[in-house]
């Protein structure tokens, strides 16, 4: 990718692009590689019903998930399917990096709210 984009800066320098059209170059090789990249982070946000404020925001590599997840007791598992919450759609996601939020769950008899993505 390093080739693509020095070339990109090449065409920059020489004027035979603008700074706008670089840009965009330079933006579609970053998405272009994206796809090769590994989910970095599993990030947990736990919200009071009536606040705006995180009570608990957590932010763990994906390599710690995984190798946890392994570690997992069964009764962990079960708490977890109680709250409707899949833990093979979570396994998939992890291994097929897809991003974004997997988990908006709200605890009616906490009054809380619970948001889990992988970014």
Known sequence: M???KDRVLKLLEEKKIT???AARLLDAIG???GGNRR???LKVRVFDRNSDQAKVNVTLPI???KWGM???PDSAKAKIEEQEIDMKL???ALER???GKIVDVEDDEKGQHVEVWLE
Do not use: K
Request: no cysteine; aromatic share 8%; glycine share 4%.
């Open 31 to 33: 998405h272009s590689d």
């Open 39 to 41: 989910n970095r982070f």
């Open 19 to 21: 700074a706008e059209e």
């Open 70 to 72: 392994n570690f997992m």
């Open 63 to 65: 390599g710690l998930v």
């Open 2 to 4: 390093n080739d693509e």
């Open 97 to 99: 990096d897809i991003t």
């Open 90 to 92: 979570i396994t998939d």
